[in-house]
């Protein structure tokens, strides 16, 4: 019961959203810091208040368009991020190289020594050490 009357609430208004996940880490970070100087934890307050004024909103297109600012900070950090990741996983089978001419990111097959390369997007040929 105490579940379906939460859902009714909640109906209409805006949510979740990454933009919000951020916030709540950030002003989690700031509050842990906040417990050594107190009028830090008052900004961190002020980022929980404002995340839960976005979660309660009913005015979606401003939040989408807070959201949408967002992701274009966002999208290369993260994929900055996630690139990071998969080159570190693939460290000991591939090795990650940009291109002399367009700066294409590529990448070659460790242990074959010296390579002829050709670059996919301006078919630059140059040699690389594996």
């Given at each position: 019961m105490l579940l379906q009357k939460?859902?009714?609430?909640?109906?209409?208004?805006y949510g979740?959203?990454?933009?919000?996940?951020?916030?709540?880490?950030?002003a989690l970070i700031i509050s842990i810091l906040g417990s050594f100087f107190?009028?830090?934890?008052?900004?961190?307050?002020?980022?929980?208040?404002?995340?839960?004024?976005?979660?309660l909103s009913r005015n979606h297109a401003a939040r989408q368009k807070?959201?949408?600012?967002?992701?274009?900070f966002w999208t290369p950090v993260e994929n900055w991020i996630k690139f990071q990741n998969t080159r570190f996983r693939d460290r000991k089978?591939?090795?990650?190289?940009h291109c002399p001419q367009?700066?294409?990111?590529?990448?070659?097959p460790r242990g074959k020594g010296k390579i002829q390369v050709?670059?996919?997007?301006?078919?630059?040929?140059?040699?690389?050490?594996?």
């Open positions: 939460l859902q009714q609430f909640m109906y209409g208004r979740g959203d990454k933009f919000s996940l951020f916030l709540l880490i950030l107190w009028p830090v934890a008052l900004l961190a307050d002020a980022i929980f208040l404002y995340v839960l004024f976005r979660m807070e959201y949408y600012a967002f992701l274009r089978t591939y090795k990650y190289f367009c700066k294409q990111r590529l990448r070659a050709t670059c996919q997007k301006c078919h630059n040929v140059f040699q690389i050490k594996t």
